[in-house]
């Protein structure tokens, strides 16, 4: 171990779950030079890139309140197959998601005239190498140029190789859902090699006799993708958006983990004689926007994260910082009230250590080893510079301490093609990646190996080889992805640096926040969270804990139904100014939910959901 003076610098803030986000500076926002190839956490679709905790057999007991099920109807035997849900005109429409392998990708559509008999009846398909998921939704489309009913799904890649594969959106005329017709493929922001950005959710709106479409964009930090689909043949580019940049206000400050700032999902609704766009903007919270007039739009509310998190503080009795996340957001039947769903699929967070005092935070990668709450791992820190093919080699791992961590620099090439080459190299028993220029913080990581993997920032990279006063954090910013503004400076392959320790603690899933509709400033009411979502023992073994999805009720204008993954299917009414759960249900053997959408049938509403693993439940809520 190199031996110095005691550092005195500590890294200040809690980060956030390796599954749900990427820490940059606030100068340095979300894909800000496009999506990041390499598997970095950084928009919509890698929101999504995890898997079930403890493994697909981990699930909640079986059990029910208030819930009728009317009807179930499996679509798939494939876990993870299925993915949103949208309701109309009798027909529930299912998003069909690329895994576990990247075929037969689209949407079923499945007639629920008669909600005790579920029907499939068509099925419309994706380009090779592209799926669908979030946000599909069928509207009544009534133009001069275009009468009848659209259903509009995104398009993600899930297999870059294939020739047909292509992002944008996908329109399709199901005035009779049995014999869907394409009206328009991969429609949406068009890059420099023809084909359309990926979007990862999508909404559709009338406003007189104007129809459009708003997506979310992948690709560039101009996320806010709004699309004339007056002619839904032939949409055409209405504005594109980039929230961080033309409305600041929603940048929130403290604490300083909320910096990954990118659009997740929208929904928009004639408030007051206003179109109202309700955007769900991961760590600037959620958003409200006057689009009255798309071109021009115009700012309303936004919100922020309370500080310390309210939800864990209450339930687990544990001070941490919030974790952004906002997923997805709806109004209440009568506007007062907004429903919002924040999406947080690792429960835990990293605290790290240096034998001469440095403290960082991080990630730990995907789909590596992990480490459990209450677990550490620690070792002689060792640098392997950017670890790409074509690059010098990894050096073995000397024989220095008990065991040894490879200190890897972000650039040019996947994680998973650096963790590789770490294991080729030999004797490593971890990795930490640091940030390269250009991002600077710490991140996220969709990444495969057998070796634990954590993400740190850049200037914790220079601290475990004694540079940390060499570090310019503002020079970090105005950098790129190079081979120099990867590499840390002046330290030499196979260079030993500190001794380090990473530990893992409890922060809880994702939740539920209430927020009173107000303008400037969107009031929080309360939060809400199913108990074993802030309870440490259901941090692994017991599926995903997060909330995924709200739909309000179309009748009553405290009531609201949520898709919980693992937790299953809930239902909650507003009092005063207060969540409560008045209903539930998790199914023998578990459940999965990602969607849930009301819909009405001879006087009654129902609620469609989709199972992940299975396909379409339908429900009944019983209770008062």
């Not at 099920?69 to 309701?87: E, N």
């Not at 600077?440 to 940390?468: H, I, L, N, Q, Y």
Request: with cysteine.
């Amino acid at each position: 171990m190199a031996s110095h003076p005691r550092k005195t610098a500590i890294r200040a803030g809690m980060l956030a779950s390796a599954c749900a986000l990427m820490l940059v500076a606030p100068a340095a926002m979300a894909h800000e030079s496009g999506y990041s190839f390499d598997g970095a956490y950084e928009n919509g679709k890698s929101t999504h890139a995890h898997h079930q905790h403890g493994g697909e057999a981990g699930h909640l007991p079986a059990s029910s309140k208030n819930v009728d099920v009317v009807s179930k109807l499996r679509l798939t035997k494939q876990a993870g197959r299925i993915a949103d849900v949208g309701v109309h005109k009798g027909y529930a429409y299912l998003t069909a998601y690329y895994e576990p392998r990247c075929k037969n990708t689209g949407a079923y559509i499945v007639d629920i005239r008669d909600p005790q008999n579920p029907k499939q009846v068509a099925f419309v398909k994706t380009s090779k190498g592209s799926y669908a998921g979030e946000g599909s939704q069928t509207i009544i489309i009534d133009t001069p140029k275009f009468s009848g009913d659209v259903l509009a799904f995104n398009n993600e890649i899930c297999d870059a190789g294939a020739k047909e594969a292509n992002g944008g959106m996908t329109l399709v005329d199901v005035s009779n859902p049995a014999k869907p017709k394409y009206l328009a493929q991969h429609a949406g922001d068009i890059g420099e090699d023809g084909k359309a950005n990926e979007i990862h959710s999508i909404f559709l709106w009338q406003s007189g006799e104007k129809a459009y479409a708003v997506l979310v964009d992948d690709l560039e930090a101009t996320d806010v993708d709004i699309m004339d689909i007056t002619d839904p043949r032939n949409p055409t580019m209405v504005r594109e958006y980039d929230l961080a940049k033309e409305f600041p206000q929603i940048l929130q400050s403290a604490p300083d983990n909320l910096t990954e700032v990118f659009l997740h999902d929208m929904i928009v609704k004639e408030i007051a004689g206003r179109q109202v766009m309700l955007l769900s903007y991961w760590d600037a919270g959620y958003v409200t926007l006057d689009v009255t007039d798309p071109a021009n739009a115009s700012f309303i509310a936004d919100s922020d994260f309370t500080d310390p998190d309210p939800e864990l503080q209450q339930q687990a009795g544990i001070e941490a910082a919030p974790e952004g996340n906002a997923h997805q957001a709806e109004f209440t039947k009568d506007n007062n009230f907004v429903l919002a769903a924040d999406e947080d699929f690792s429960p835990t967070f990293l605290n790290g250590t240096t034998d001469d005092g440095w403290e960082f935070t991080g990630s730990q990668g995907s789909d590596t080893p992990q480490l459990g709450v209450g677990e550490q791992f620690g070792g002689t820190t060792v640098y392997g510079g950017r670890a790409c093919n074509g690059d010098d080699a990894v050096p073995a791992a000397p024989a220095e301490g008990d065991a040894q961590i490879a200190v890897l620099t972000r650039g040019l090439c996947t994680f998973t093609e650096k963790v590789a080459n770490v294991t080729n190299a030999g004797g490593y028993e971890g990795i930490i990646v640091v940030n390269r220029e250009g991002s600077c913080g710490a991140f996220g990581m969709t990444v495969d190996g057998d070796v634990p993997t954590f993400s740190a920032d850049r200037e914790t990279g220079f601290a475990f080889f004694d540079k940390e006063n060499e570090y310019d954090h503002q020079a970090c910013l105005a950098g790129g992805d190079t081979l120099d503004g990867s590499l840390i400076p002046g330290v030499a392959l196979g260079a030993i640096g500190d001794v380090a320790t990473i530990s893992v603690d409890f922060n809880g899933w994702g939740y539920v926040h209430l927020f009173a509709n107000t303008e400037g400033k969107l009031t929080e009411l309360d939060t809400y969270a199913i108990p074993e979502a802030m309870d440490p023992h259901h941090s692994a073994g017991s599926g995903d804990l997060s909330v995924h999805e709200v739909a309000v009720s179309d009748v009553e204008n405290d009531l609201a139904y949520f898709a919980y993954y693992a937790g299953g299917f809930r239902v909650t009414r507003i009092a005063g100014d207060s969540i409560e759960e008045v209903g539930h249900f998790i199914d023998q053997g578990g459940n999965n939910f990602w969607g849930v959408q009301v819909f009405e049938h001879d006087g009654q509403e129902y609620v469609a959901a989709s199972d992940r693993d299975y396909g379409l439940y339908i429900f009944s809520y019983t209770g008062p």
